[in-house]
């Protein structure tokens, strides 16, 4: 009830605004004007006209940000108002326009506690100075003109009587002291001041975006992610969020937390909330209502099943993009007929004299080194970019700090890698980064991924992760109409993505599948959010989403060659 309030309200003052402007053009009252004209002189009378025509436009504007919750829309709404009740009655006892202007006035102030979405901080300068500046640019066009065309006004229009004449037009709303007598002379006013129209329109649309995304993170919130992934943390996702490329959302007890990026005006965050199960609704709720004031949709990226209640309750949509394989090392085993492809490509890379070497960190500069001529080599033979925000990329501090399984050569050089990083409480181990030489042998992933799979079991583990297959497991009997077209991708455009060849190649270990979804605000922000998701994993630029979609097809299309 009170979004519909809201949104009623804001197109009640965008009326106000029209009505402003019709009123102070159209109407006329000779008797209330003559009373008037006994107190005031008539330069205020005229000024307090303008005033009602400037006050309807920004009226007429504020009205989308009244429609957003916008505090500081609010606020010039109830100056607007005020300005505009005030010039009615000063410029002829319009009573009958103020008392429109002030009951939607001491509307606004009953719904004043409605209004808590923040515009950026540093919009409001930035609007001045745009404006200012488009104002100049209008009078300086608007000098020029007139003394250029001053044949077409019938008059002859000196530098200083242009000025006079601009800003007469620009500062004042009334026609020159000459009316137009051609065609061109009439098209020049028209410019004028529809010019004037389109500055104020986009100096008041500065005043309202959204509060804009500066990731400044401090020491202090990384040392507390780390203590509290340290204690909460399960998913497979979860070291992600200690790399710089996100922000952080603490809930308001400081014990869970949501690691997110801001892609426009949609915050995407990593996984579900890392905390105490018990006020996982709670954070998420928080996080909501921290976008809503930022004026930001919040987006959950690769969520899990468990926490689906948790985002319905808080009001959000779901959808399913896929399914993470997880190898079960409690039964895993390259015996029996249904590894045969699996042990058949390990047999054929130990032939060749590769073998799995594991180090542990430090890792030392002479071994990183390495790795960066294998994962720049990778990059380079598939015209690619690394991907970002929910996989990590090659960089020496993280990567130093990591363990890394390599694959080393019948030459005795490493030939590929992947770095192993931390589960904290999880039960399932996980790898990051994967890459190998474009000369290596096939069976080489098989090789590192079987050796993974017996290192995570010593250490304890039930489960090693092989990441997410996208659109997998989709379309289901009783699936939405979102699933079954995101299903329709995973069938008919595989010539894009092999979303099918990367299935294949993770079924061949026989794991179990867990379902993956995407939590959104509403249906009609699907789109948008998608497209945010896209622009994270690229670096937040869709060219790199398209060099990482090549790079990834390539690497992802035949595993057994990598």
């Known amino acids: 009830m009170e979004k519909f309030l809201t949104y009623l309200v804001a197109v009640g003052v965008a009326g106000a605004g029209l009505f402003n402007i019709l009123y ?137 009587a242009s000025a006079r004449e601009a800003g007469r037009v620009l500062f004042t709303g009334s026609y020159p002291s000459r009316f137009p007598r051609t065609h061109r002379g009439r098209w020049f006013l028209d410019s004028l001041w529809f010019g004037e129209i389109l500055a104020l329109g986009y100096g008041t649309g500065l005043v309202f975006q959204p509060v804009l995304y500066r990731r400044r993170v401090r020491p202090e919130e990384v040392r507390r992610a780390r203590e ?187 030939i590929a890698f992947a770095n192993i990083v931390p589960v904290y409480q999880g039960r399932v181990g996980t790898i990051d980064l994967m890459r190998r030489l474009p000369e290596a042998p096939n069976g080489t992933m098989e090789l590192l991924f079987v050796a993974l799979a017996e290192y995570f079991r010593e250490q304890g583990m039930q489960g090693f992760s092989l990441g997410l297959a996208p659109l997998a497991g989709l379309g289901g009997p009783g699936a939405p109409l979102s699933e079954k077209t995101a299903h329709l991708l995973y069938e008919h455009f595989n010539v894009f993505y092999s979303f099918k060849g990367l299935r294949q190649f993770k079924e061949k270990f026989h794991p179990y599948w867990e379902p993956r979804y995407l939590i959104y605000p509403a249906p009609w922000l699907l789109p948008k959010a998608a497209l945010a998701v896209v622009r994270a994993n690229s670096g937040g630029s869709l060219r790199g989403y398209w060099q990482a979609l090549k790079l990834a097809r390539h690497q992802e299309k035949k595993p057994s060659k990598t």
């Not at 969520?303 to 896929?322: D, H, M, N, S, W």
């Not at 073998?355 to 598939?382: C, G, M, N, T, Y």
């Open 24 to 160: 102070s053009w159209l109407s006329h009252h000779p008797g209330r004007y003559l009373v008037v004209q006994e107190y005031l002189p008539l330069g205020v009378i005229r000024s307090t006209w303008l005033l009602s025509i400037f006050t309807g436009l920004t009226l007429l504007f504020l009205g989308w940000g009244l429609a957003k919750r916008k505090r500081r829309a609010w606020f010039f709404a109830l100056v607007a108002l005020a300005l505009a009740a005030g010039a009615h009655l000063t410029r002829g006892l319009d009573y009958d326009a103020a008392f429109v202007n002030l009951a939607l006035l001491v509307v606004l102030l009953l719904l004043r506690h409605s209004y808590t979405v923040a515009s950026d901080p540093a919009s409001l300068g930035r609007s001045l100075l745009v404006s200012g500046t488009l104002f100049l640019t209008l009078y300086v066009y608007g000098l020029f003109g007139f003394y250029l065309l001053d044949r077409h006004f019938g008059a002859r229009f000196d530098l200083t």
């Open 228 to 414: 509290i992934l340290n204690r909460w943390g399960c998913s497979t996702l979860a070291f992600l969020l200690l790399l710089p490329d996100k922000s952080y959302f603490f809930s308001s007890s400081g014990h869970s937390v949501i690691g997110y990026t801001v892609v426009g005006n949609i915050a995407v965050a990593l996984g579900d909330p890392v905390g105490p199960p018990a006020e996982a609704q709670e954070v998420i709720e928080e996080f909501r209502d921290f976008c809503h004031r930022h004026d930001w949709y919040p987006v959950f990226f690769q969520v899990t099943e468990e926490f689906l209640p948790y985002y319905a309750q808080a009001g959000l949509e779901k959808l399913k993009i896929g399914e993470e394989a997880i190898i079960d090392l409690a039964t895993f085993s390259l015996e029996g007929g249904a590894m045969k492809a699996v042990r058949q490509a390990v047999r054929r890379a130990e032939r060749q004299g590769c073998r799995v070497e594991f180090h542990q960190p430090p890792l030392d500069e002479a071994l990183l080194k390495r790795l960066k001529v294998i994962s720049d080599a990778w990059l380079k033979s598939q015209h690619g970019t690394e991907k970002r925000f929910a996989l990590g990329w090659f960089d020496y501090h993280y990567l130093r700090n990591c363990p890394v399984a390599t694959v080393v050569g019948a030459a005795g050089k490493e």
